[in-house]
């Protein structure tokens, strides 16, 4: 299945739904409800439970689509900070700052280096997924306090809000990514 969010992302999923629960029969229930309501595999909705050996792939299953996140976003993002970076040394001597007229060579090697190095920064925070982290950390706090959790990886936007309000219906309490 292709991603709609190419060519950044190479995740089918890039939110992440959670809901807590007090004990692992209600979280089970939960996610069979979600199951059949979405039509979703057991990859796509799984449930965490305290001691769980498998937390982290259940948290994060596309380890493979991660790393194809962190090449093309740096790919893509890099590329797009090194023509930026061209574009601003060009304007930079066209425009006649002295500087960058004295020395045009230096000066577009400057902003081309800044800028390819500014869209590779932006593509690793795109990729370390600031907003997954914070859902995790809430999951695995609520695991080590003994409660369950049901994880749900939605492909798209209204599978996102539909898995939210079937979980919240549950009585789970929901975190979610962006």
Do not use: N, Y
Not at 2 to 11: K, N, Q, R, V, Y
Not at 99 to 124: E, K
Request: overall charge positive; charged content about 15%; proline content about 6%.
């Amino acid at each position: 299945m292709s991603t709609t969010h190419a060519p950044l992302f190479g995740e089918r999923s890039l939110t992440l739904v959670a809901a807590l629960f007090p004990e692992p029969a209600a979280a089970r229930r939960a996610a069979e409800s979600l199951r059949t309501q979405m039509a979703g595999s057991d990859r796509d909705v799984t449930v965490v439970a305290p001691g769980d050996p498998d937390i982290a792939r259940k948290l994060e299953p596309e380890q493979g689509g991660i790393w194809r996140t962190l090449k093309r976003s740096h790919l893509v993002l890099g590329a797009a900070g090194l023509g930026a970076g061209l574009l601003l040394a060009a304007l930079l001597v066209v425009f006649g700052w002295p500087a960058a007229v004295a020395s045009p060579q230096v000066t577009t090697a400057v902003c081309v280096g800044f800028g390819a190095v500014a869209g590779m920064m932006l593509a690793g925070l795109l990729t370390l997924r600031p907003d997954h982290a914070l859902v995790i950390r809430q999951v695995r706090h609520a695991l080590k306090h003994g409660r369950s959790a049901v994880v749900a990886h939605p492909r798209d936007a209204a599978a996102a809000s539909q898995a939210s309000a079937a979980l919240e219906a549950a009585g789970g309490e929901v975190v979610r990514s962006v």
